[in-house]
Structures are given as C-alpha cells and as structure tokens.
T-cell receptor, first 111, second 110 residues
Framework: GENVEQHPSTLSVQEGDSAVIKCTYSDSASNYFPWYKQELGKRPQLIIDIRSNVGEKKDQRIAVTLNKTAKHFSLHITETQPEDSAVYFCAGPLGDDKIIFGKGTRLHILP | NAGVTQTPKFRILKIGQSMTLQCAQDMNHNYMYWYRQDPGMGLKLIYYSVGAGITDKGEVPNGYNVSRSTTEDFPLRLELAAPSQTSVYFC?????????FGPGTRLTVV
C-alpha cells in the first residue's frame, strides 16, 4: 500500500562529519516533502521542507534533495554538532489529506 | 498565538476507564490530526479531520473516537482503556502540508 520508507533506523557519525537520511515514497502525486526533528521528550518540529517544483533546498547546515523520478528525498546534515543528536522523521502525504510519517532515524553524534 | 495546545500533559488511567484528550488550535487551520508515539517508535496516525464536521480514520483507529464540532477543537476519546494504549499522544494541525504539533499527552494505562 501507500507508505513512506525511511533509512537507516539508526545512524552514528563522528562530530564534524556529514549525515544523510533517505526516504522513499510511493504516491506519485506527492508534492510536499518535510523533515522533522524530535529531541528526547519533546514534540516533533519542522526543520526543512521541499516542494516538488525544486530539486534541492538548503538552510545553513541542513539540506533536502528530491528525486521525483526515483521517488525519494534525502536529508543532509553537514558539519554535525552534538545538538544534532535526535530522532529525524520524514513525512509524506497519502492522497489529499493524510500525512504519514516514516519510522524515524535515531542520529547519534559521536565526540 | 498559542499554536496547538493539549491537555492534560500526563494522565494515569486504570484498565477499563475512559477519558478525553483535549486539543485546540488558534491558527484557523482546517486540517487536524491525532498521532500516538510508543517508546522509541515513530508516529502513527489515529484519526484526522479536514474540517469541522468531518473526521476519518488513520492507521490505528481502534479503541478511539474523535469529533470536530468546531475548527478550533479536536478531542480524542478513549473508551475502555487498555495497557496497549499506553503511549504519548500528539495532536497536530496543518496548513499546506506544514504540520504544527502540540506538546503531547503522556498516557499510562495500568
């Protein structure tokens, strides 16, 4: 059925290195691709999003890339810092109304 | 703007009890959602609403009910609470796909 697949489920990177998280989606009508960050005990918060009319968007150390042909979008974090440790979720629409989240990626930044 | 508010923050229920989780938003968003998040897991959609008077089931609706009598409020009702409903519940509203989450309600059923 329609869903959003997110990989990897856990990712450990050395502080200062880059991290990449990927999501694939099945609904070819999807046109909005957000990424959320959830720190321990807190609510998810939007960190970056992209719409289907562009292929890449950057905001300081984070970027999102979109490949509509392959139906995947990725979150890139460069020069990782300890405060980047969190769980990251991608999300995708199902039809016009539902929004379904990926299972999440737990990112550990190693000192 | 207060954004999305949820009450209570914490609640302990006994098996078989019922309760209503409250959610309100002051952004005039038509779309509202209820998710549950089990420890260490992702967000699962329980119910959603595209406007006052309209609700629909998500991925895991069993054991829950919702209503949407106004644009602002979207309460979630648990009937006959079960231990499997122990979770953190997040309400969200959205505009053009962008979701705003409430602070969550941590529910324990014992």
């Amino acid at each position: 059925g329609e869903n959003v697949e997110q990989h990897p489920s856990t990712l450990s990177v050395q502080e200062g290195d880059s991290a990449v998280i990927k999501c694939t989606y099945s609904d070819s009508a999807s046109n909005y691709f957000p990424w959320y960050k959830q720190e321990l005990g807190k609510r998810p918060q939007l960190i970056i999003d992209i719409r289907s009319n562009v292929g890449e968007k950057k905001d300081q150390r984070i970027a999102v890339t979109l490949n509509k042909t392959a139906k995947h979008f990725s979150l890139h974090i460069t020069e990782t810092q300890p405060e980047d440790s969190a769980v990251y979720f991608c999300a995708g629409p199902l039809g016009d109304d539902k929004i379904i989240f990926g299972k999440g990626t737990r990112l550990h930044i190693l000192p | 703007n207060a954004g999305v508010t949820q009450t209570p923050k914490f609640r302990i229920l006994k098996i078989g009890q019922s309760m209503t989780l409250q959610c309100a938003q002051d952004m005039n968003h038509n779309y509202m959602y209820w998710y549950r998040q089990d420890p260490g897991m992702g967000l699962k959609l329980i119910y959603y609403s595209v406007g006052a008077g309209i609700t629909d089931k998500g991925e895991v609706p069993n054991g829950y009910n919702v209503s949407r009598s106004t644009t602002e409020d979207f309460p979630l009702r648990l009937e006959l609470a079960a231990p499997s409903q122990t979770s953190v519940y997040f309400c969200a509203s959205s505009e053009a796909g962008l979701q705003f989450f409430g602070p969550g309600t941590r529910l324990t059923v014992v």
